[in-house]
């Protein structure tokens, strides 16, 4: 049996030195089990049997004899990994200690996530990596929709590429958008988060947001609100001459805007509670605003150059079966 992990605390970002170069993460550190795990400089020691029962890569991997030379730390062989250590803690985490990532709707951050979700794809943990799917796909897809994490746009970068490496790809319509409403410098030169890496779009994508947002500022921004003149006379109006007219000076407001927003981030609410019309129009322009951000979120896979939602749909079934 191992013993307790304690809780991820300041000692986790805090770890114990070791050594002249390594440094032991004290909450993966167990000194009953025989595996000393190297990323970067960070060492973790942990359970070879647990590790190998969870991962099929890493029973390969330990399954070969050792080495004559192979190092060794406190009589326990050292396995390095390529990978950061910041993501090898929260993956071994997540392996070792059950109350550390728990299912949706339980909260967690991007970062977790993310390294998470590439290590237990890589390492072929399937059951870490649907939970982390799951998480991931909390990110909202439509306007509506709420999230596990709420780092989303600083991250959004590095979220684009991370599903792209996982292939969850359902999850693009609505990044891409977000990213829509960047500045084409940032969109070509990448961002830094706070506490983060620079993160730079591949070139596709790149192409993809910045034609897709052309579309969405100009052509699609006329074609959205057609609801505002159409039908010309609302059911339930008392004063249609009236109304019409101050629902065409709504659409001419609107349409000096074009080449400056998307649609969806247009702030239509505002400018109709500006707006002369009877409580009646209003109410169906409302509606008729809802009913054009449905059909405009549904075109997005078309927009940005991705599979059709049917498709998309289709992955996300496989991926989170």
Same mark, same amino acid.
């Given at each position: 049996?191992?013993?307790?992990?304690?809780?991820?605390?300041?000692?986790?970002?805090?770890?114990?030195?070791?050594?002249?170069?390594?440094?032991?993460?004290?909450?993966?550190?167990?000194?009953?089990?025989?595996?000393? +795990?190297?990323?970067?400089?960070?060492?973790?020691?942990?359970? &070879?049997?647990?590790?190998?029962?969870?991962?099929?890569?890493?029973?390969?991997?330990?399954?070969?004899?050792?080495?004559?030379?192979?190092?060794? +730390?406190?009589?326990?062989?050292?396995?390095?990994?390529?990978?950061?250590?910041?993501?090898?803690?929260?993956?071994?985490?997540?392996?070792?200690?059950?109350?550390?990532?728990?299912?949706?709707?339980?909260?967690?951050?991007?970062?977790? *996530?993310?390294?998470?979700?590439?290590?237990?794809? &890589?390492?072929?943990?399937?059951?870490?990596?649907?939970?982390?799917?799951?998480?991931?796909?909390?990110?909202?897809?439509?306007?509506?929709?709420?999230?596990?994490?709420?780092?989303?746009?600083?991250?959004?970068?590095?979220?684009?590429? $991370?599903?792209?490496?996982?292939?969850?790809?359902?999850?693009?319509?609505?990044?891409?958008?977000?990213?829509?409403?960047?500045?084409?410098?940032?969109? *070509?030169?990448?961002?830094?988060?706070?506490?983060?890496?620079?993160?730079?779009?591949?070139?596709?994508?790149?192409?993809?947001? $910045?034609?897709?947002?052309? +579309?969405?500022?100009?052509?699609?921004?006329?074609?959205?609100?057609?609801?505002?003149?159409?039908?010309?006379? *609302?059911?339930?109006?008392?004063?249609?001459?009236?109304?019409?007219?101050?629902?065409?000076? $709504?659409?001419?407001?609107?349409?000096?805007?074009?080449?400056?927003?998307?649609?969806?981030?247009?702030?239509?609410?505002?400018?109709?509670?500006?707006?002369?019309?009877?409580?009646?129009?209003? &109410?169906?322009?409302? &509606?008729?605003?809802?009913?054009? +951000?449905?059909?405009?979120?549904?075109?997005?896979?078309?927009?940005?150059?991705?599979?059709?939602?049917?498709?998309?749909?289709?992955?996300?079934?496989?991926?989170?079966?």
């Amino acid at each position: 049996m191992l013993p307790p992990s304690p809780s991820l605390g300041a000692s986790a970002r805090s770890p114990v030195a070791y050594g002249d170069d390594d440094q032991r993460c004290p909450n993966l550190w167990f000194s009953d089990c025989g595996l000393v +795990i190297r990323a970067d400089k960070m060492l973790f020691r942990v359970s &070879k049997d647990m590790l190998a029962a969870r991962s099929p890569v890493f029973a390969d991997m330990l399954s070969f004899p050792q080495p004559a030379d192979v190092e060794m +730390i406190e009589g326990c062989p050292v396995v390095s990994l390529p990978d950061a250590a910041q993501e090898v803690t929260v993956f071994l985490r997540a392996v070792f200690d059950p109350e550390f990532f728990k299912p949706y709707p339980s909260k967690t951050d991007y970062p977790t *996530i993310r390294g998470i979700l590439r290590l237990s794809n &890589k390492y072929d943990v399937d059951s870490l990596r649907k939970r982390a799917l799951v998480h991931l796909d909390s990110f909202p897809t439509r306007q509506t929709d709420c999230c596990s994490w709420n780092d989303t746009r600083e991250n959004l970068f590095s979220f684009i590429n $991370l599903c792209r490496e996982v292939s969850a790809l359902w999850l693009l319509p609505r990044a891409f958008h977000m990213c829509s409403d960047l500045h084409p410098q940032s969109i *070509i030169c990448g961002s830094t988060p706070p506490n983060g890496t620079h993160t730079v779009l591949n070139q596709d994508v790149q192409v993809a947001v $910045l034609s897709g947002s052309l +579309i969405l500022r100009t052509e699609k921004m006329s074609e959205f609100f057609d609801f505002i003149w159409h039908p010309a006379k *609302i059911e339930g109006c008392n004063t249609p001459g009236a109304c019409l007219a101050s629902r065409n000076r $709504l659409r001419r407001r609107v349409e000096k805007t074009r080449g400056m927003y998307s649609p969806l981030d247009f702030p239509f609410d505002l400018l109709l509670e500006r707006m002369s019309a009877c409580q009646v129009c209003q &109410k169906a322009l409302r &509606k008729g605003h809802k009913h054009a +951000i449905r059909q405009l979120e549904d075109s997005l896979p078309e927009i940005f150059c991705l599979p059709s939602w049917s498709e998309l749909v289709a992955m996300k079934a496989s991926a989170l079966g």
